[in-house]
């Protein structure tokens, strides 16, 4: 398993933004699929983005592409989530996870092996 080191949660007011990101300790993404998903207290673990390394393509959850983007940060091996405009429903703990989903799961909590500890985010309204 890949060990995930995540950064970049916090406390921000409705309308503001925030950046998370994502980065593999001591291992890689080659060959990967790294995805971010959150779950707000109290619910299930929903898919936010998703990538793959090594290839093209991103994957987002229900209503979030207008106002969230996922993407690779090359210089750094990182995964970067920036989140904006965001509304008190987006406060949750946001979790990295990576895998090798096959495209039907890559939305899935199923589709990865490998998971952050979470970073929580906050938005007050």
Known sequence: QVQ??????GLVQAGGSL???C????DTFSG???AWFRQPPGKERQFVAALRWS???AWYGESLKDRYTISKDR???RVILQMNNLKADDSAVYYCATGRPIVSTIRTVGGYRSWG???Q???SS
Request: hydrophobic share 40%; proline share 4%; charged share 5%.
């Open 4 to 9: 995930l080191v995540e950064s970049g949660g």
């Open 19 to 21: 950046t998370l990101s």
């Open 23 to 26: 980065a593999p300790s001591g």
């Open 32 to 34: 990967l699929a790294v």
């Open 55 to 57: 290839m093209g393509g």
């Open 75 to 77: 210089a750094n091996h």
């Open 117 to 119: 500890q979470g970073t």
């Open 121 to 123: 985010v906050t938005v």
